[in-house]
């Protein structure tokens, strides 16, 4: 599932500075929601920063929230989907 959004989020790092970011794109693997997160600095500066991934979840009050993925081999899985995206995305460009 790949929807077209126009969000920004904030996010504060650990030293309680905040930085904000682009989600340039979501998907769906495994039946859990994915979302990429690219610094706005990078994206403005046209820099190839890199990219964030957080995994989506529905709070109980029906709020979403961007939840950090600890699991190495969850990360790596979403990691591999994202440049799967970016392959298909390239090779679209190209036709």
Known sequence: MSEERDDTVVLTDEEGIEHEF????????DEKE???LLAIDDFED???????I??????EDGDQILVEIEDDEEWERAAAMWEE???????AEDE
């Not at 046209?46 to 964030?52: A, M, N």
């Not at 995206?85 to 090779?91: I, K, V």
């Open 22 to 29: 682009e989600v340039v794109d979501y998907f769906s693997l």
């Open 34 to 36: 994915y979302a990429i």
């Open 46 to 52: 046209d820099e190839d920063g890199e990219v964030l």
């Open 54 to 59: 957080f995994r989506i979840e529905d709070e």
């Open 85 to 91: 995206r970016l392959t298909e995305e390239d090779l």
